[in-house]
């Protein structure tokens, strides 16, 4: 079992910065595939990026490539998101989500970028950016 808990979310205007924050309580965080979705009002969830269990590929969204970096510290058990640059088109309740943590081959970027290939969610954290 995984337990995941947003952090370090709120209003910045346009042009600002934020870090996002997502501890997690397991046993073997090392062992988990990582990802941010957000959900904006009356929008579906959107993939946002996500990171191999090892930390060595990353994959982002066509939206906030060159913006935002996803990032790991094992020792800490928590997962980051730095949001740079941002726009008002970037609110949203962002989620971090981790998968099963048991398999461990290869997989290609469609599995990082579909939500269903998460088994946990965080409760989310709300990103507002004023125009």
């Known amino acids: 079992q995984v337990q995941l808990v947003e952090s370090g979310g709120g209003l910045v205007q346009a042009g600002g910065s934020l870090r996002l924050s997502c501890a997690a309580f397991?046993?073997?965080?090392?062992?988990?595939?990582m990802g941010w979705f957000r959900q904006a009002p009356g929008k579906e969830r959107e993939f946002v990026a996500a990171?191999?269990?090892?930390?060595?590929?990353?994959y982002y969204g066509d939206s906030v490539k060159g913006r935002f970096t996803i990032s790991r510290d094992n020792a800490k058990t928590t997962l980051y998101l730095q949001m740079n640059t941002l726009e008002p088109e970037d609110t949203a309740v962002y989620f971090c989500?981790?998968?099963?943590?048991?398999?461990?081959?290869?997989?290609?970027?469609?599995?990082?970028?579909?939500?269903?290939?998460?088994?946990?969610w965080g409760q989310g954290t709300q990103v507002t950016v004023s125009s």
């Open positions: 990171m191999n269990w090892s930390g060595a590929s990353t």
């Open positions: 397991a046993r073997t965080f090392s062992s988990y595939a």
């Open positions: 989500a981790a998968d099963s943590g048991r398999d461990w081959r290869y997989k290609s970027s469609s599995y990082y970028t579909a939500d269903s290939s998460y088994v946990y």
